[in-house]
């Protein structure tokens, strides 16, 4: 059977792309961030899953304004790096993990998450970025992904609350898989972070912090932190880190925290990082 | 709606509802198509033409051409989008908010490196009318 070993929380700053493509991942700026992510390139070189979930957001890239589902579930074979601009990240095209990804959309859908089921889609920094810091630059990403695309664009995003239960569907969904397949699942976005209008640039590190220690320890209690709190606290593009919860729900109540990395910034943003095990 | 709109007393913050939404879409779905390079050239030989094939607002339209940032979140934009327009003029992500505050791109990146804008005295409208 297919289990759920680990999680792993991380941002996914597009800048920190740009960084590792142009090779830049070594100076006074973007060196202490990569620095934080060499034990995880570590661990998951030992952790080796067979296949990542990856709970991200769409940057209005592959979702445009015509259709906005707040949970997507990626179904394709493969999904390529998208052009959000300045062209398409030079990175490998992900592979999906269709038989999967088919199992996980029908259980979720029948335990009352009604997905949204996408079979062709690009992929966006949301997606990419994460799978660059735990992975550096391969030339084939080491493992199947699928995708779970959440809005956080466009108000109201998902509560922490339904992520949280959300995670814990995918779990069930997930360990009732009848291959023999060791899933890590990732929650991207964050940390507090504002990239709009005049208060641009807001970051609340105590909150963070808080924010962390609840996703860890106290994980029902935290997920219920209400919208407003995530917008005016961790800034209009905070609201991302609902996504953690996703992950979060998918691991045991009782979690080892194997690493934990803050810093800021990275371009108008904190990052944040965790690698949680099921104990 | 039933709503109340907390959040419209955060300063300095639009927050992209459904109502924003409604009323930024074709704007939004210009700025997106630059995405793709043939658009990208499209609008760059022809701003105006091309610009035309989105049935937005006067001051939208005046708002995108003119690279007014916050004014395009005032009216209905949303910055996943308006940074694909930033894009076209070469304006990344952190030099854009160096606009957005009017900071510029030197002082901003500058409190960025110290830890970024406090959340104190930045959490409700009333604090910024004081200054
Ligand atoms: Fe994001």
Redo the contacts between chains.
């Keep these: 059977m297919a289990y759920v070993s680990s999680g792993v929380a991380c941002s996914h700053v597009?800048?920190l792309g740009v960084a590792s493509d142009t090779g830049n991942t070594d100076d006074d700026y973007y060196g202490p961030i990569f620095k934080g992510f060499e034990y995880s390139k570590q661990w998951i070189a030992n952790e080796k899953p067979d296949v990542i979930l990856l709970v991200y957001n769409d940057?209005?890239?592959a979702f445009?304004?015509?259709i906005?589902p707040t949970f997507a579930l990626g179904c394709a074979a493969e999904y390529a790096p998208?052009?959000?601009?300045?062209?398409p990240r030079p990175v490998p095209v992900v592979k999906g993990h269709q038989t999967l990804s088919a199992h996980i959309a029908q259980s979720l859908i029948l335990d009352s998450f009604d997905m949204t089921i996408v079979n062709e889609m690009e992929v966006d920094h949301g997606l990419t970025v994460p799978l660059t810091l735990m992975f550096g630059k391969p030339d084939e990403w080491p493992c199947p992904v699928v995708p779970l695309a959440v809005n956080v664009?466009?108000?109201?995003a998902p509560l922490g609350s339904r992520c949280y239960t959300l995670g814990k569907s995918i779990r069930k969904a997930i360990e009732s898989f009848p291959e023999n397949l060791k899933v890590c699942v990732f929650g991207t976005g964050g940390m507090?972070h504002?990239?709009?209008?005049?208060?641009?640039?807001?970051?609340?590190?105590?909150?963070d912090e808080r924010f962390m220690n609840l996703l860890v320890n106290q994980p029902e209690k935290g997920s219920l932190i209400q919208?407003?709190e995530y917008?005016?606290?961790a800034g209009?593009?905070g609201i991302e880190l609902v996504m953690w919860y996703v992950m979060r729900g998918a691991l045991n109540d009782t979690v080892e925290e194997m690493h934990r990395f803050y810093h800021?910034?990275a371009?108008?943003t904190?990052v944040g990082h965790l690698i949680l095990e099921n104990r | 709606m039933a709503d109340d709109k907390?959040?419209n007393d955060?300063?300095?913050?639009?927050?992209?509802?459904?109502d924003m939404?409604a009323k930024?879409?074709h704007l939004?779905?210009f700025?997106?198509s630059?995405?793709?390079?043939a658009n990208?050239d499209a609008y760059k030989a022809d701003p105006e033409g091309y610009i035309d094939r989105y049935p937005m607002s006067a001051e939208q339209r005046e708002a995108a051409l003119n690279q007014q940032w916050?004014r395009l979140?005032e009216l209905g934009g949303?910055?996943?989008?308006s940074?694909?327009l930033?894009?076209?003029h070469g304006i990344?992500?952190?030099e854009?908010?160096g606009l957005?505050?009017?900071m510029g791109s030197t002082a901003?990146r500058e409190?960025?490196?110290n830890?970024?804008?406090?959340?104190e005295g930045?959490?409700e409208k009333s604090e910024w009318q004081d200054n």
């Design positions: 597009p800048v940057h209005c890239t445009d304004a015509r906005i998208a052009d959000e601009g300045w062209g664009v466009q108000y109201p507090s504002q990239l709009q209008h005049e208060r641009a640039g807001l970051i609340n590190a105590e909150w919208p407003i917008l005016r606290e209009s593009e800021v910034p371009s108008n904190a | 907390l959040y955060i300063p300095g913050t639009i927050v992209f509802d459904s939404a930024g879409f939004n779905q700025c997106i630059l995405r793709m390079q990208r916050n979140l949303n910055i996943y989008y940074s694909k930033a894009a076209f990344n992500f952190q854009l908010a957005m505050t009017g901003y409190m960025m490196l830890g970024g804008r406090s959340i930045n959490r």
